[in-house]
């Protein structure tokens, strides 16, 4: 009897080799022949059965696989999600520290940014670290920071080395007095590029210094903190004091005009190039907060808080507004990036933004801007109106049904038009001599059924009307 790994409403059957079946329904005298049932099979790698062997609980050791994927999958930021909540920081005890930093230590190239709202500066630019790889204590300088303090002044200081040695000598860039603010939210980075280091805020250069060659790398013994020293063997911590949200290092230079463009929206990681680690801190509750940028390096929360006051938040795009044209089309207010609905369901390849309605029911439309955001639905439109009738590749159709005061007929070609009573009498004839829109009046029927038919020598079609 084949060995059943079970998983919730799954179960996996070894088969030969690596494959393994995937049921839905299996019992314990499975044999793999009854999961053809489920339609199922996954091939699992021999890596992955391997690694099965080594799990001692194995349920939930897979359940907690699945959680992980799961992480990973919303971790990748998507586009207009909210900006709910922002880290806070009491200057005292409070900060976040990576588990894993194998994507947020780069030697060549970086740029750390950071959205911040100082509540008070630290004592000097030195001592408030608001993101933090950098220390001295394991035999020399090593790593990278940026920070602020003193009278408002932005610092940001790497480890530099000319030789490739894993130690170096500090390199820092810092900012004039008061180009920070208290109690407001503000975009900070800092970049190396090889060849230089520079600080912006709110996208604007404030700063820059020459210096040529890379960064010596922090060690495992300074894992990466935000809000707090690294260095753990310091007895002075260097707390920031305030709220920090939107952090994001890179193992490339971004320059002023990218940093700009990129601050007041989220990022996603798989349409951007170089991006290590993105911490957005939307969680609002709980003590982590997980990697957008999908490299699954989860911040851990050591006393800090929660709050809401944060720097930005995406804008939606206005639901579209719908117009209804003479030929009976439906037009988005929108002229591109337009997807339509028809009883809520969308209808394929129908994206441009005029819709020709052929069948009666619900039609909305919704419209995505450049940025990826998709706006809500507009207002439905209920289409009970038409009667239409078809021949080959000819569509004869009349609306509104009933009508009132007019009714519209789309004449796909010339011919003749004729109105008759259900007993056969005729009540207008008319020549149709071009193909398109035409309007009868007919508040001078009476109320009733009526037909409508249109002919030449080719076909003929036929609708049912009414007068109310």
């Known amino acids: 009897m084949p060995q059943l790994l079970l998983l919730r409403h799954f179960c996996f059957v070894p088969g030969r080799g690596s494959v393994f079946y995937v049921c839905t329904s299996c019992y314990f005298n499975v044999n793999p022949i009854l999961c053809q049932r489920a339609n199922i099979q996954i091939r699992i790698s021999i890596i992955l059965l391997n690694l099965l062997k080594y799990f001692k609980h194995m349920r939930k050791s897979i359940l907690s696989l699945l959680a992980v994927l799961a992480h990973f999958s919303l971790a990748h930021a998507q586009p207009c999600r909210p900006n709910t909540s922002a880290l806070s920081l009491n200057g005292t005890s409070n900060y976040a520290v990576l588990a894993s930093e194998a994507n947020v230590n780069p030697s060549n190239a970086i740029t750390v940014e950071a959205w911040i709202r100082p509540a008070a500066f630290a004592t000097t630019k030195d001592n408030g670290s608001i993101v933090c790889n950098h220390g001295w204590s394991s035999g020399g300088q090593q790593g990278f920071v940026l920070r602020c303090g003193g009278t408002g002044v932005l610092s940001f200081n790497i480890a530099g080395t000319t030789t490739g040695a894993s130690t170096g000598a500090w390199r820092e860039v810092f900012s004039g007095p008061n180009v920070l603010s208290l109690a407001t939210w503000q975009h900070v980075a800092g970049t190396f590029d090889g060849d230089s280091l520079k600080l912006f805020v709110n996208g604007n250069q404030v700063a820059a210094t020459a210096f040529a060659g890379t960064i010596a790398n922090s060690p495992s013994a300074y894992p ?93 795009p206005q639901p579209p507004s719908i117009t209804l044209t003479a030929v009976f089309t439906l037009s988005s207010s929108y002229a591109t990036g337009n997807q339509w609905y028809r009883n809520g369901a969308p209808i394929q390849g129908a994206t441009q933004q005029q819709l020709v309605v052929t069948q009666n029911g619900t039609y909305t439309v919704d419209h995505t801007d450049t940025a990826g955001c998709r706006s809500p639905e507009s207002q439905p439109v209920q289409v009970t109106t038409v009667a239409s009738q078809e021949l080959g590749q000819e569509t004869f159709r009349a609306w509104p049904v009933p009508c009132n005061g007019q009714l519209n007929l789309q004449l796909p070609k010339i011919g003749e038009l004729e109105i008759l009573g259900l007993d056969g009498r005729l009540l207008e004839r008319r020549s149709i001599q071009v193909a398109g829109l035409q309007t009868i009046e007919t508040s001078h029927w009476p109320k009733g059924i009526y037909l409508v038919r249109f002919f030449d020598e080719q076909a003929s079609f036929q609708l049912k009307v009414s007068r109310q």
């Open 224 to 316: 990466m903190t935000i809000g707090r020293l690294a260095d753990p063997s310091q007895t002075a911590r260097r707390y920031f004091n305030g709220l920090i949200d939107e952090v994001r290092i890179w193992n490339r230079a971004l320059d002023g005009a990218e940093l700009l463009a990129n601050s007041t929206k989220e990022l996603d990681s798989l349409s951007v190039q170089g991006l290590g680690g993105y911490w957005r801190f939307n969680e609002n509750t709980g003590t982590s907060s997980y990697d957008a940028s999908g490299n699954g390096q989860t911040v851990n929360i050591i006393s800090g808080n929660w709050d809401v006051n944060v720097p930005f938040n995406v804008q939606l």
